[in-house]
């Protein structure tokens, strides 16, 4: 059982940056592969960016080249660096977990056990 706290969200101009992180309790966070996801208003909850347990990244083509995912097993902290936020980006951005040593379908809700409550992100003009 893990539990997912995301902070970080907020009000941010166009072009801007925003960090949002993901604090997990419990003693084995870094046997987790970890993901970001969002939903915007009126829209289904869509995939972000995913790390798994050793590291390896993956991103929705949305967020290439703009948003870095990152862990820090030691803080048991996920990250989601977002540089050059546009309008679209807006949503409520959600931390996930996906079964304890597991890596499958990790760019899918259903690869994921554990969610945190979300954190707004709004990006104005």
């Known amino acids: 059982q893990v539990q997912l706290v995301e902070s970080g969200g907020g009000l941010v101009q166009a072009g801007g940056s925003l960090r949002l992180s993901c604090a997990a309790s419990?003693?084995?966070?870094?046997?987790?592969?970890m993901g970001w996801f969002r939903q915007a208003p009126g829209k289904e909850r869509e995939f972000v960016a995913t790390?798994?347990?050793?590291?390896?990244?993956a991103y929705a083509d949305s967020a290439k080249g703009r948003f870095t995912i990152s862990r820090d097993n030691a803080k048991n902290t996920l990250y989601l660096q977002m540089n050059s936020l546009k309008p679209e980006d807006t949503a409520v951005y959600y931390c996930?977990?996906?079964?304890?040593?597991?890596?499958?379908?990790?760019?899918?809700?259903?690869?994921?056990?554990?969610w945190g409550q979300g954190t707004q992100v709004t990006v104005t003009v």
């Open positions: 996930a977990a996906g079964p304890l040593y597991s890596d499958y379908n990790l760019n899918q809700e259903n690869g994921y056990a554990y």
């Open positions: 419990g003693r084995t966070f870094s046997g987790y592969p």
């Open positions: 790390i798994t347990r050793s590291g390896g990244t």
